[in-house]
């Protein structure tokens, strides 16, 4: 993976980050989501796509 096309796809995925969180506490619809992360997906073009893991992974109890 190049440097460009990993920062692309660190990008994407912190873009990504709050609306899973707005998405999480009924901030936003899941049509509203999808809809940002089409929009994203076309900005960025990840290879490690939401598809992989659609839930963010919860560490924090693991972290304390």
Known sequence: MTRER???ELAYHASMSPFG??????????????A??????R???????AQIAPEPLDITENQR
């Open 21 to 34: 969180e707005l998405l999480k506490n009924g901030v936003i619809s899941e049509q509203d989501y999808q």
């Open 6 to 8: 990993l920062k692309r």
């Open 36 to 41: 940002i992360e089409a929009l994203m997906r």
């Open 43 to 49: 900005k960025y073009a990840p290879i490690f796509s």
